[in-house]
Structures are given as structure tokens and as C-alpha cells.
């Protein structure tokens, strides 16, 4: 007997393989993350983060601290500089530790376009959302009741 699909509610329901196509983002969503939109960008993240829980949280910021340096660089074509080396350490971070290949999966397409200060402001909101998400992910049950209560 065939299971019904539960009905595509914007974002929690959507199939996995719509989303993403062999661990890549398609290039309508692509288009969306670099043109900054929000819901996009949360949605995105909010599904790599569970992937990304085996990384720990230095891994995870180390990965992002590059892009706190981007945001806060004025000069777009130094901005530009730090995207291009900031691919070749992603794609050395996901070679070195096959849990962060899924940051390669999501990054190595877009940094490669990110061409523009808005395109890179949105990248840089990306990895913000991810940071929060993978930190949420890999949270001890215990240890989140624990915050809440304080």
C-alpha cells in the first residue's frame, strides 16, 4: 500500500529530494540565497544544520569567524579577495573532515557567484543562520531546558 504524502505547507513538508538534488542546492534556491531572501536563507540553513551536527561548535566557528571579518570589510573588491580564499579553506575544512563535506555541498556554488556586496551581505547572513541552527542541532536536550529556565 502506497503512502500518502503529507501536503507541501511551504516548509516543513517539502520533499527533501525538491529541496536539494544529489546534496546540491538547486539554482532557483541558489538565485534566492544571493538576492538575500530571508525565508529562503532561514529555511536552508535551518535543513544543513542537522546534517552538520557531528561538526563541534569550533569547527562551526571557525568556518564562520571569516565571514564576520567579510561583513565588516568596507571595500567591495577586498570583500570579493576574502570570499575567493575563504572557498579554498571551505573546501579544505570538508576534505580534512568528511561530517563538514555537507558545508561544501551548500557553499562551494555560491561563493563562487557571490560577485557583488549583496550577494556577499547575503552569504554572510547564510552562515550566520547556520551557526544558530547547527548550535540549536547540537545542544544537549538537558542543556536546553537548562537556558530556557534561566
Not at 540553513?45 to 552538520?52: C, I, P, S
Not at 571569516?66 to 570570499?83: M, S
Request: aromatic share 6%; with cysteine; proline share 5%.
Amino acid at each position: 500500500m502506497r503512502q500518502q504524502q503529507k501536503p507541501y505547507n511551504g516548509r516543513h513538508n517539502r520533499p527533501e529530494s525538491q529541496a536539494r538534488q544529489n546534496g546540491q542546492l538547486s539554482e532557483e534556491k541558489k538565485g534566492k540565497i544571493l538576492a538575500g531572501e530571508a525565508a529562503t536563507i532561514d529555511e536552508v540553513a535551518e535543513g544543513f544544520a542537522k546534517e552538520l551536527k557531528p561538526l563541534n561548535r569550533t569547527q562551526m566557528r571557525n568556518f564562520y569567524t571569516p565571514f564576520t571579518r567579510i561583513r565588516a570589510t568596507p571595500d567591495e573588491q577586498e570583500r570579493r579577495k576574502a570570499i575567493i580564499q575563504h572557498r579554498a579553506r571551505t573546501a579544505y575544512l570538508a576534505a580534512r573532515e568528511k561530517e563538514a563535506k555537507p558545508i561544501w555541498d551548500l557553499f562551494e556554488g555560491l561563493l563562487r557567484k557571490a560577485d557583488s556586496n549583496t550577494k556577499i551581505d547575503a552569504l554572510c547572513d547564510l552562515a550566520e543562520a547556520l551557526i544558530a541552527y547547527h548550535r540549536r542541532e547540537s545542544s544537549e536536550p538537558g542543556e536546553r531546558e537548562q537556558r530556557s529556565e534561566e
